[in-house]
């Protein structure tokens, strides 16, 4: 993220007294560690920061939890641990992305027993105020490259999907302006935030606990020198109550 960027996004710091530290469910570490656990998944934990990410972000033991655009549920089964067994995750994909997910994600589902699989296209999830909080990580700049009125039915969904006073975290690349950020598949932070804005949420705080200044934001996100840990922004923002 760059320095300017974070400057604008942290003046919310100021605007809001809300700090959303949690404490996950026991067991948390022992799940990440488990045997179960694929291998490939356990090896990105190092750059994602799992815990302290979801510490930040406020999610606690029992709650119940969206994963919006899972894919094969990599923070699905992150969340799962999480909330614990008396907690809830609703792992999302879109209908378009079914037959690439679900082999990857039906397994974890029936593994951890605390997971629910919810296939829909974005405008049409239909939960009414069932999450606790929400989560998507590195999909929003790819809505974002759609159009806004993708943007719209998105985040749309999400809102309509938390209590009021529900959580939603955005992780994504973090882009920079003048850079061709769609065809490198990223996007600004101050892009991202001002999308939730005027959506409804507010954005209550950023963090740098995935910032990567190794990544100067001119690669493209897959580019094989990133080694898939490119400079990402955690957004945290809020529905009102």
């Given at each position: 993220?760059n320095?300017?960027?974070?400057?604008?996004?942290?003046?919310?710091?100021?605007?809001?007294?809300?700090?959303a530290?949690?404490?996950?469910?026991?067991?948390?570490?022992?799940?990440?560690?488990?045997?179960g656990?694929?291998?490939?998944?356990?090896?990105?934990?190092?750059?994602?920061?799992?815990?302290?990410?979801?510490?930040?972000?406020?999610?606690?033991?029992?709650?119940?939890?969206?994963?919006?655009?899972?894919?094969?549920?990599?923070?699905t089964?992150?969340?799962?641990?999480?909330?614990?067994p008396?907690?809830?995750?609703?792992?999302?994909?879109?209908?378009?992305?079914?037959?690439?997910?679900?082999?990857?994600?039906?397994?974890?589902?029936?593994?951890?027993g605390?997971?629910?699989?919810?296939?829909?296209?974005?405008?049409?999830?239909?939960?009414?105020?069932?999450?606790?909080?929400?989560?998507?990580?590195?999909?929003?700049?790819?809505i974002?490259?759609?159009?806004?009125?993708a943007?719209?039915?998105?985040?749309?969904?999400?809102?309509?999907?938390?209590?009021?006073?529900?959580?939603?975290?955005?992780?994504?690349?973090?882009?920079?302006a003048?850079?061709?950020?769609?065809?490198?598949?990223?996007i600004?932070s101050?892009?991202?935030?001002?999308?939730?804005?005027?959506a409804?949420?507010?954005?209550?705080?950023?963090?740098?606990?995935?910032?990567?200044?190794?990544?100067?934001?001119?690669?493209?996100?897959?580019?094989?020198s990133?080694?898939?840990?490119?400079?990402?922004?955690?957004?945290?923002?809020?529905?009102?109550?």
């Amino acid at each position: 993220m760059n320095r300017n960027t974070k400057i604008r996004l942290a003046v919310v710091l100021l605007l809001s007294a809300a700090v959303a530290s949690a404490d996950v469910a026991s067991g948390f570490d022992e799940a990440l560690a488990s045997e179960g656990r694929a291998s490939e998944d356990k090896a990105r934990d190092a750059a994602r920061q799992p815990k302290e990410v979801l510490e930040f972000v406020g999610i606690s033991e029992g709650m119940t939890v969206l994963d919006v655009a899972a894919s094969t549920g990599w923070y699905t089964e992150v969340l799962a641990a999480a909330v614990g067994p008396d907690g809830r995750v609703i792992a999302h994909n879109t209908e378009g992305r079914r037959d690439r997910s679900e082999p990857g994600i039906a397994p974890k589902a029936e593994r951890l027993g605390n997971v629910t699989l919810l296939f829909a296209d974005f405008g049409s999830m239909g939960l009414d105020g069932e999450a606790d909080a929400a989560l998507t990580a590195l999909n929003f700049h790819d809505i974002h490259n759609r159009g806004a009125e993708a943007v719209a039915w998105f985040l749309g969904d999400v809102y309509k999907a938390l209590k009021p006073g529900g959580v939603f975290a955005v992780i994504d690349h973090e882009g920079s302006a003048g850079q061709d950020n769609k065809s490198l598949h990223r996007i600004e932070s101050a892009v991202a935030a001002a999308a939730l804005e005027q959506a409804g949420f507010v954005v209550e705080a950023v963090s740098d606990i995935l910032d990567n200044p190794a990544d100067d934001h001119s690669l493209h996100m897959r580019d094989e020198s990133l080694q898939r840990n490119t400079d990402r922004f955690l957004i945290r923002a809020r529905k009102p109550e």
